[in-house]
């Protein structure tokens, strides 16, 4: 595992390409799966720059932003649980129906969206502590 921030950074900036590409394909399950991963490479960025210690290999959003510190508002809180949950279930299926219900467009572009305002709040607390 890396141990620079800007190695976590980079891989996190290939899965939001990823996602985009996704979304525009109408692909929306691999989105969320695609924005989760960005997320947690950066909060890992954070965490290598803060500790200079690999991160944890661990996958849990809200886990990984207690270990960073960082302090944040609730929605941001409840969003990477959404997201935290969302990617379980790309990893995991579930019975068929449930999954073809998150298969929604204007709840993918949403989640695109709060993945960039995420990922551009935790850039400016790497900017913060560099």
């Not at 695609?34 to 290999?57: F, M, N, S, Y």
Request: aromatic share 10%.
């Amino acid at each position: 595992m890396p141990r620079e921030p800007q190695t976590w950074v980079w891989y996190s900036e290939e899965d939001i390409k990823s996602a985009e590409v996704l979304l525009q394909g109408e692909r929306y399950l691999q989105v969320y799966f695609h924005c989760q991963q960005a997320v947690e490479k950066r909060l890992k960025a954070v965490i290598v720059q803060k500790t200079g210690d690999l991160p944890p290999k661990i996958h849990d959003l809200p886990r990984l932003l207690t270990i960073t510190g960082l302090d944040t508002e609730e929605a941001v809180q409840d969003f990477l649980t959404d997201l935290n949950e969302l990617y379980i279930v790309t990893r995991y299926p579930l019975e068929p129906g449930f999954i073809e219900s998150l298969c929604d467009k204007t709840r993918a572009e949403d989640v695109f969206e709060q993945t960039g305002e995420v990922v551009a709040w935790l850039d400016e607390q790497l900017a913060l502590n560099s």
